[in-house]
């Protein structure tokens, strides 16, 4: 069975509009035959890397010198065939989601390599992760505001050398409800993430129609920075 482990960044947890979105991807993902455990990276409270002689490459490869948290997470990130990153987008991510990320390196093998003009290096042999995705919400009304967290989660499968599984993004997802009630239009863009999870595990890809659905226009970029000035 596949395994998935999928990190929600988001400091309001499963309160958030990350969630909202996230829930019916992960469901996706379980309806495909998936095995998926999620965790929170602000309730892991997990350190930032502070360690600067780069432990866990010179010293002891593999091995965090950071005792919390992370350590019980580790063995959870190497069994899983699928490592999912969902975060809102913050400048760029929130806090606890860019440490988790930091202390990612113990997963990766301390051997450069030299490809396409870019240095980079595999997973450990004892990590089983073989694509990377991403699943993230945004308050701007376009898509490209997600830019740079797409291309953190790009150059992270790049550099452990493992597939980009895509990005399922929802630009200005608050317009998802109405008075806390979800739209039409936001149980469209639901139903469009459960698909996404579903089609990910079962096809190994996500179709471009389906990554349109979930980030399709609800309202006018006109209509919408009319809204932000006018609380503003």
Not at 109 to 127: K, Q
Not at 178 to 193: I, M, N, P, R, Y
Not at 207 to 231: F, G, M
Request: contains cysteine; neutral net charge; aromatic residues 6%.
């Amino acid at each position: 069975m596949t395994k998935a482990m999928v990190i929600n960044g988001s400091p309001s947890m499963e309160k958030g509009l990350t969630a909202t979105v996230l829930s019916p991807f992960i469901k996706g993902m379980s309806d495909a035959g998936c095995e998926v455990e999620l965790e929170y990276a602000s309730r892991l409270k997990i350190k930032p890397c502070a360690c600067g002689e780069m432990y866990c490459w010179y010293v002891r490869p593999g091995e965090c010198c950071i005792q919390d948290q992370m350590q019980a997470l580790m063995p959870k990130l190497k069994a899983a065939d699928i490592l999912i990153l969902a975060t809102p987008v913050y400048i760029p991510l929130p806090g606890a989601m860019q440490d988790l990320v930091n202390r990612l390196c113990p997963l990766i093998n301390p051997v450069l390599e030299y490809r396409a003009g870019r240095t980079r290096a595999r997973f450990r042999d004892d990590v089983q992760i073989r694509q990377i995705g991403l699943v993230s919400t945004g308050g701007w009304w376009e898509r490209a505001n997600m830019d740079t967290v797409v291309r953190i989660a790009e150059e992270l499968a790049e550099d452990a050398s493992v597939q980009f599984a895509g990005a399922v993004l929802r630009p200005h997802a608050n317009l998802m409800k109405v008075k806390g009630e979800l739209t039409s239009d936001g149980q469209a863009v639901l139903d469009a993430a459960k698909r996404a999870g579903f089609e990910l595990v079962s096809q190994g890809a996500v179709s471009r129609e389906t990554l349109d659905a979930v980030s399709r226009p609800l309202i006018s970029e006109e209509e919408l920075r009319r809204r932000y000035n006018q609380i503003a």
